[in-house]
């Protein structure tokens, strides 16, 4: 059974369709892991034990009977703790939300359940979800399966270490500026960014609601494409037969590449020429807009966050790590009219930036510019943590700020991912090149 908890999600749902695996005893073997893990309560805040074993033994009884309700169907998840948990503790990596228990489930988990997948958990992230680096003095910080002394990425950071290790099957997190691909990129993962509004929101805890997006970490390409499809209540698209032959990208030069780091601006490259030698076409060119776009992210999302949580904040501030309050206090500092102005710039230049490259198939780039950094160095030099954070932070935020879809592929260098941006709503499509994408990247 051991060997079944490193699968790919997908593959775990053939087996169950056609009996070679039980849904049950799978579920236990988690569990049993997850018992038995030294960190895995550095990746998990709570394991919801009882309602995985229930889940899991009326997902056994689908299957003898041929009921099975989908790909995910008796597959076992993890939840980001930001996504409500009837009767459990949904805390957002936070104390000021200690206790903090819902009455239902968010409507992505109550869809997911009614799916027939298994809920193991909830997964430690970055408090409130406003860092990328995914340390959280605070509650936990999950391990990176890379480097036992390195953060892991964030915030999306246990729902990537529960997959990476072997504790999840996939991974169900949250991107608001990189949320879900950094930390799938540090732990050689997939990760999916879904366009904003394409995936309801209602029951998770919200930073910045106009760019908070559900999606998942995974081991494949199609696990994400079977996760998409089933909170969506559709068929999953087939991607056999994806190529690359005569797919045309462009490689997005200027600010992705500034300060870059040699690991990922290697990976990157290399990556590329992989990419080329397949069939795609790459060109490269730098896009002024990517840097005005860029220029207005301060201004954009730290008032949303402070508006969404200043009254709470302000009741106990000590209770919070001081760069992510320092993070959210500069929310105050911009006005409302500077706050409407700049998001009126920002549509503008959305339409700007998808005329630009509606000749392409995708836009590349490296998912993040660093490594992971060293975890006790964040913890006591705030200043690192801060030029870490925004660095890391840097590329995947072109995404969110865009309003695109976005996927990261690892490639053959730990913890250095590739992304491909597609245009909103475009998912299938982005998936559909990312699964063509996702072995020759590799090697």
């Not at 819902?102 to 298994?118: H, T, Y």
């Not at 999306?156 to 949320?179: E, N, Y």
């Not at 993040?368 to 950094?373: D, K, V, W």
Request: hydrophobic share 45%; net charge neutral.
């Amino acid at each position: 059974m051991e060997e079944w908890l490193t699968r790919s999600a997908v593959s775990q749902g053939r087996a169950i369709d056609r009996g070679a695996l039980c849904p049950l005893a799978l579920t236990e073997a988690y569990l049993d892991k997850i018992r038995a893990h030294p960190m895995a309560s550095r990746i998990y805040s709570v394991v919801t034990e009882k309602r995985a074993l229930l889940e899991a033994v009326t997902a056994r009884s689908r299957a003898r009977a041929g009921l099975r309700r989908g790909p995910l169907d008796g597959v076992a998840l993890s939840w980001k703790d930001l996504f409500d948990t009837a009767g459990t503790a949904t805390e957002a990596g936070s104390k000021l939300l200690a206790g903090r228990i819902p009455l239902r489930d968010a409507q992505v988990l109550r869809v997911a359940r009614q799916a027939g997948s298994i809920c193991l958990g909830k997964t430690h992230l970055s408090e409130f979800a406003y860092s990328g680096l995914g340390l959280n003095p605070m509650t936990a910080t999950p391990p990176c399966v890379n480097d036992a002394g390195a953060v892991p990425g964030g915030s999306s950071s246990g729902a990537a270490a529960s997959v990476a290790f072997g504790l999840a099957a996939l991974g169900v997190g949250s991107d608001t500026g990189g949320s879900v691909r950094i930390p799938a990129a540090w732990n050689d993962l997939v990760g999916l960014k879904t366009t904003h509004g394409r995936l309801p929101m209602e029951g998770v805890v919200p930073l910045a609601r106009r760019f908070d997006t559900v999606g998942p970490l995974a081991r494949s390409v199609e696990d994400c494409a079977a996760f998409l499809a089933t909170l969506e209540g559709r068929v999953v698209p087939d991607l056999r037969g994806a190529t690359l032959a005569g797919r045309h990208f462009l490689v997005l030069e200027g600010a992705p590449f500034e300060d870059i780091r040699p690991e990922p601006a290697q990976a990157f490259e290399d990556a590329a020429s992989r990419l080329s030698r397949a069939g795609a076409k790459l060109t490269r060119a730098k896009l002024p807009v990517v840097d005005d776009v860029l220029a207005l992210s301060a201004i954009i999302y730290t008032p949303e966050a402070w508006a969404e949580w200043r009254e709470l904040i302000e009741t106990n501030p000590d209770a919070m790590f001081p760069p992510i309050l320092a993070r959210f206090r500069a929310g105050a500092a911009h006005s409302a009219a500077d706050y409407i102005a700049a998001w009126n710039k920002l549509t503008e230049l959305r339409a700007r930036y998808l005329s630009q490259v509606a000749g392409y198939d995708a836009v590349i780039l490296p998912t993040a510019p660093n490594l992971p950094p060293n975890a006790e160095r964040l913890a006591a030099d705030e200043a690192y943590y801060t030029t870490e954070n925004l660095l890391t932070l840097r590329n995947t935020r072109i995404g969110n700020m865009l309003g695109l879809c976005a996927l990261s592929l690892p490639t053959n260098t730990p913890s250095a991912g590739i992304s491909l941006m597609g245009a909103p709503m475009a998912e299938d499509r982005l998936l559909r090149l990312g699964a063509a994408a996702e072995q020759v990247v590799r090697g």
